[in-house]
């Protein structure tokens, strides 16, 4: 069985800087992509990032580019988003995602397990 658990959020002063990090068990962890997700209140879950099996490819949404660093670390099955330079807009609820076939994706349907989520909260 899949399990995905996410850590590392919390309030934040716009400005600063937080690592999510998502640990997963039941699958060969250097086999699967994975992704970060987000979803604001009252908005629809929005793609962050996302990192090939052996980190050899990442993808970003445009909003983060630059502020926003994914990576794994396949000997732990975690995976971990920094983010820096945080603004308001980033609060949200963020979700780890494992994909377990094909390559990198920005569409939540492709993704076939979640995290529970982990609440960022970044005050101006």
């Known amino acids: 069985q899949v399990q995905l658990v996410e850590s590392g959020g919390g309030l934040v002063q716009a400005g600063g800087s937080l690592r999510l990090s998502c640990a997963a068990s039941g699958r060969t962890f250097s086999s699967v992509a994975m992704g970060w997700f987000r979803q604001a209140p009252g908005k629809e879950r929005e793609f962050v990032a996302a990192?090939?099996?052996?980190?050899?490819?990442?993808y970003y949404t445009d909003s983060v580019k630059g502020r926003f660093t994914i990576s794994r670390d396949n000997a732990k099955n975690t995976v971990y988003l920094q983010m820096n330079s945080l603004k308001p807009e980033d609060t949200a609820v963020y979700y780890c995602a494992l994909k377990e076939s094909g390559g990198l994706s920005n569409r939540s349907p492709d993704y076939d397990y979640w995290g529970q989520g982990t609440q960022v909260t970044v005050s101006s």
């Open positions: 990192i090939s099996r052996l980190s050899v490819s990442r």
